[in-house]
């Protein structure tokens, strides 16, 4: 019997100790309550990806409500882009998203060169494009393999790992850095690729492209894998429209919408980019379409290589950059997704203002719609299926 098939007042004399017996009363209809818990998740938990804080209102193991809390990781990087020169802030930029570093640098360089009218050399474009496609792969196999260790699986995040160092070795041998590159410059990138680089990157994109279907195998073939995403955080288009979110979170609810295909830039419209896109907006659509990014990205490489024609990769640069006086906007598909710069310039060499639009920060803003009514285990599911960096939320 349970203690709901109780009725009100009865008591019951469960024997305790030999000769002994206890009375239980129970009041009303005998129905259990119980009280609200608030739970927080991080600041320093693994599955928040960073220092956020997301305060879970729950009701047994259900979530009512969830709270992201930002600003842990704030450190005034707006602010400090008006004292710094274009060139210098190339540096600065490339550390609100430390996975994305290259192409926070391109994104900025584009409206810098904007600003000045600056035509930049086609071979420098054509590197700017790889670089951007292999960082795009870097940032995505860490969330690949972390995403697969927070639903219990390790084996992808030693794969991931594997293929990272390759890349980031290849890079390194370029640019000089494995995370902040500080590789691109006004008016191109600061030195021409390394002799056998170009032999190099063709066989580790092809290697890299075989790699990739580990991850379907160990993943998204998994049951166990599909049983804990499939379903799990559906986001509606609507709704993701509504948040401004963009890259793989939006495209897993069906719109292809990329900035390399809407506004292309570089020399994105001389080459064929596939989209992935999702059916039902859930975490395994997130994935799946993240996963197909990087398959993209393969294609991609594979085009520059047949492109890249000779020629400077940089224009020669006077000692002291000013951009005249004026406002501009540009934008491009950053790993994450949709990444802007909005710079105003006052004729000096450092900027007016410098205002940034990152796709970490719209992300988390829609985590509140997504972990209503979760389960405590599927809230760590939709936690890292929501793509975002905490440096590139608070800035």
């Known amino acids: 019997m349970s203690v709901s098939d109780l009725s ?33 998740v991080g600041p320093a938990h693994p599955a928040t990806h960073g220092v956020l804080r997301v305060v879970l209102e729950m009701d047994g193991e259900r979530v009512k409500s969830a709270h992201p809390v930002i600003g842990y990781m704030h450190r005034g990087f707006e ?25 926070n640098e391109i994104g900025l360089m584009l409206t810098v060169e904007r600003m000045l009218e600056m035509e930049v050399p086609e071979r420098a474009q054509w590197i700017r494009m790889l670089m951007a496609e292999y960082n795009r792969i870097l940032n995505h ?22 293929e990272r160092e390759r890349i980031q ?24 690729l390394p002799k056998g680089f170009l032999h190099q990157s063709v066989e580790l994109v092809a ?33 993701a429209l509504s948040y401004g979110v963009s890259g793989p979170t939006l ?29 039902n907006g859930d975490s395994w659509d997130r994935f799946y379409c993240l996963l197909g990014r990087m398959k993209a990205s393969c294609h991609i490489i594979e085009q520059i290589h047949d492109h890249l024609p000779p020629g400077p990769v940089n224009v020669k640069l006077p000692k002291m950059v000013k951009a005249p006086e004026g406002a501009t906007y540009a934008r491009v598909e950053n790993p994450l997704g949709s990444l802007g710069y909005w710079l105003e310039s006052d004729g000096g060499r450092t ?3 410098l205002k940034m639009r990152t796709a970490s920060f719209s992300n988390v803003q829609v985590l509140p719609y997504l972990l209503e009514g979760v389960l405590v285990p599927d809230a760590i599911s939709v936690l890292g299926s929501v793509f975002f960096v905490v440096g590139d939320v608070d800035r």
Not at 27 to 36: E, H, K, M, N, Y
Not at 149 to 162: C, K, N, S, V, W
Not at 176 to 188: C, D, V
Request: charged share 25%.
């Open 8 to 40: 009100a007042k009865q008591t019951i004399h469960p024997a305790s100790a030999p000769g002994e017996s206890l009375n239980l009363e129970i009041v009303g209809d005998g129905a259990f309550t119980t009280a609200d818990m608030t739970l927080s």
């Open 141 to 162: 196999l860490l969330f690949v393999g972390s995403y697969g260790l927070e639903l219990g699986a390790i084996t992808p995040m030693f794969y991931a790992t594997r």
């Open 79 to 103: 602010k400090l882009a008006e004292h710094r020169d274009f060139r210098q802030n190339a540096a600065l930029v490339n550390r609100h998203d430390w996975l994305s570093g290259m192409s």
């Open 169 to 192: 070795y290849l890079l390194e041998s370029a640019t000089g850095g494995r995370l902040h590159y500080t590789y691109n410059q006004p008016g191109g990138v600061k030195i021409d």
């Open 351 to 353: 900027p007016w203002r």
């Open 251 to 279: 495209q897993a609810t069906g719109i292809p919408e990329d900035v390399r295909v809407s506004e292309p830039y570089l020399k994105y419209d001389e080459v064929e980019v596939p989209v992935p896109v999702g059916e």
């Open 207 to 239: 290697d890299v492209r075989k790699r990739l279907r580990d991850f379907d195998d160990l993943l998204l073939g998994n049951e166990i894998f599909q049983a804990r995403t499939k379903g799990v955080g559906p986001l509606s288009t609507d709704v």
